[in-house]
């Protein structure tokens, strides 16, 4: 078969371990992390996704080594604990039995030990351990590491890699970057020690090469080694690239392959973790500079998700290997859609963090468009169903595609109506904002895979009750979504005013000086591109807080991005009070009013769920399901999942 991406598809051999592909799936933390830091079932069939989708290998994430200096609720691996080798070693099975390789990251979050606890206040009772005393800042005093604890330490990464091998592992990967302890010896911002552990790069690097050195001797020669690590740490007082190299050839000798990522996790999360605001592959550089220097192959990680990038990274020689998490939650069948020629089928991550956030939320996962994501415990193969039917979808968003999508596969006859002369709904007002690309995106390619699936899509159609009846049908989806909240503010209906779900039909409109009406999610990244654009925007807020509704990971990059803008000016506890052609009079919290000057309105103030038109058709057929907007104006997250899930109930 001649692959359409022959470098991505190419075997390696790492150590004495042949891997199917260079893509492979990255560390990513586990969701039902028991009582007694196993691996609960939940995710075992987490990790075993991504071996079914065709990753070489499958990493599971932050097994702590050292509990008595990390007291993190993070997995543990060891002999005392009833249930804790047996997990990694079902967990292992179910990795390796769909042909990957099943890896896990021995880790030790030093100082920061706890920032994976869901109540934060339990960190105040951990012992936080580092190279060296500090208070970090959020005022918990560090306590340096003596020689004994050290030793200690060292050997227990030995004694975890080997019990991993026991269990069925067959790579280990060493976590030295992103702030973690490993990462903190090799940091001068960090490391402040005297003694043969601190100074000199050559010092700093040999906890490093102490524990590197402690494994192998647990897991023998030809078992591979991984070493994470940030080629840069990229903040001022942290360790550069130059250094990066020189820390690269120290280690190299001693392991099996070098995983470059970049940035440390509690200065830098978008950048570590590129957010839409970064470019896709933003951090390969530094994997590309590191591999001129090292003979020992090299992994590159940060935003990928694009075939076509990722092949150019391998067959130019930047890297030997791409590593992705984000993109194989987005889509676990990435790899096999790349090794099948079928790249066009990739459904993408959006890097909308909102698997993150809901990890720090309630210690589960949950992707924005992919429905099984810490719950594939329920299934992840779509079942035909026993009684095949007629399924009406209204509506084209994205909850509407994916309920038709998956009833077609369960084997019914299905309809797609939807109103407008193209799918994807809401997603549709995306293509005109270059970060958000990606979500309109999502909408062709659901329209793709309905279209394949065999999906009857009629567009320009408008169900209503009559309709309903003249088909037929025995199931009905209402994915009517929602429209924009236009409240009767005096000109706000004035042709220079353009609903923020229309800019991408109306930007030509859209002047030099712009005042943003509401300053929630869609408000706030508007404001952001707009001022990208180089025009000066007035985002103004009602509120006390800007973008309430973003989730917690992805808030903090925004506002971030948004203070770092001189063309954007904030205007917060604001309420509009008429529109004019020199911009939006506004009142503040004393009732003084205020012109917020623009020639331009965007009116971004939010979104209605179209309750009228779910409600005429609440009876229209034997089995009837509303979803996404339409019950509530939500997120695309609850619209792909809901309407997943009921075309599974038909």
């Known amino acids: 078969m001649q692959r359409k991406y022959p ?59 050292h509990p008595e200096t990390e007291g993190s609720h993070m997995f543990h691996l060891d ?92 790579m280990v990967m060493i976590h030295g970057g992103h702030g973690w302890l490993i990462n903190q010896f090799l940091s001068p911002y960090f490391n402040k020690r005297t003694d043969k552990y601190g100074g000199c790069l050559e010092n700093r690097v040999r906890f490093a090469q102490e524990v590197i050195d402690s494994v192998r001797k647990a897991v023998g020669v030809g078992f591979p080694i991984e070493f994470r690590m940030s080629g840069s740490e990229l903040f001022e007082g942290g360790y550069d690239l130059n250094d990066g190299v020189e820390i690269a050839k120290l280690i190299e000798s001693k392991i099996d392959l070098l995983h470059v990522s970049a940035g440390t996790y509690q200065r830098g999360f978008g950048i570590t ?6 470019p ?14 090292v003979s020992v192959p090299v992994a590159t990680i940060g935003g990928l998700n694009d075939p076509e990038m990722m092949e150019e990274i391998i067959a130019s020689g930047k890297a030997d290997v791409v590593e992705m998490a984000r993109a194989l939650l987005a889509d676990h069948e990435l ?22 956030a809901e990890r720090a939320m309630t210690s589960t996962r949950r992707c924005t468009v992919n429905p099984l994501i810490g719950r594939e415990l329920g299934g992840s193969e779509v079942i035909p169903s026993p009684h095949p039917g007629k399924v009406l979808v209204a509506g084209g968003g994205p909850g509407g595609l994916e309920a038709a999508i998956t009833a077609a596969k369960r084997g019914h006859k299905v309809i797609l109506c939807e109103k407008s002369d193209e799918l994807g709904g809401i997603l549709k007002g995306e293509q005109a904002i270059p970060f958000k690309y990606e ?75 712009v005042v943003v009406l509401g300053g929630g999610l869609a408000g706030c990244e508007a404001a952001i591109h707009l001022a990208q654009e180089g025009k000066t925007v007035h985002l103004v807020e009602m509120r006390a807080e800007l973008a309430p509704d973003a989730n917690i990971r992805h808030r903090p990059i925004l506002l971030g991005e948004i203070e770092k803008n001189n063309k954007i000016y904030v205007h917060m506890e ?77």
């Open 79 to 170: 002999l005392e604990t009833v249930g804790s080798l047996a997990s990694f070693t079902y967990t292992a099975d179910a990795i390796r039995r769909h042909g990957a390789i099943a890896s896990v990251e021995l880790s030790h979050s030093g100082q920061y030990a706890g920032t994976y606890l869901t109540d934060k206040n339990k960190k105040q009772g951990l012992s936080q351990w580092g190279p060296s005393a500090a208070i970090r800042p959020d005022g918990l005093p560090v306590k340096e590491l003596t020689q004994e604890l050290i030793d200690d330490i060292v050997a227990a990464y030995g004694n975890t890699a080997g019990l991993a091998k026991r269990a069925g592992f067959e």
């Open 273 to 278: 973790h590129p957010s839409m605001f970064l």
């Open 574 to 650: 604001y309420k509009g009070l008429s529109v004019t052609r020199e911009g939006v009079v506004c009142a503040d919290v004393a009732c003084v009013e205020h012109l917020v000057p623009g020639t331009t309105i965007i009116c971004a103030l939010g979104q209605r769920a179209r309750r009228d038109v779910a409600e005429d058709l609440i009876d229209c057929a034997p089995f009837v399901r509303e979803i996404g907007d339409c019950v509530k104006a939500s997120t695309i997250t609850t619209a792909i999942y809901q309407g997943y899930h009921a075309a599974l109930d038909i």
């Open 280 to 293: 896709h592959g933003s951090n390969v550089y530094l994997a590309a500079e590191i591999k001129k220097h």
């Open 7 to 65: 470098n991505l598809c190419k075997p390696i051999k790492i150590g004495n371990v042949n891997f199917r592909n260079r893509m492979f799936s990255a560390p990513m933390g586990g969701t039902d992390i028991t009582a007694d830091c196993t691996i609960g079932p939940a995710s075992t069939a987490f990790y075993e996704l991504r071996a079914k989708g065709g990753a070489a290998s499958v990493t599971v994430s932050e097994c702590v080594v």
């Open 335 to 356: 790899p096999k859609k790349i090794v099948t020629n079928k790249d066009k089928d990739i459904v993408k991550c959006l890097r909308c963090f909102t698997c993150m």
């Open 439 to 513: 979500m309109y995106e999502l909408g062709v390619t659901l329209g793709k895979l309905a279209k394949d699936a065999g999906v009857e899509i009629r567009l320009n159609t408008t169900v209503t009750k009559e309709y309903v009846n003249k088909e037929n049908v025995d199931a009905l989806i209402i994915a009517v979504g929602s429209e924009p909240l236009v409240p009767p503010i005096p000109g706000l209906h004035g042709d220079n005013v353009v609903v923020v779900n229309d800019y991408y039909l109306e930007k030509d409109k859209v002047k030099s000086e």
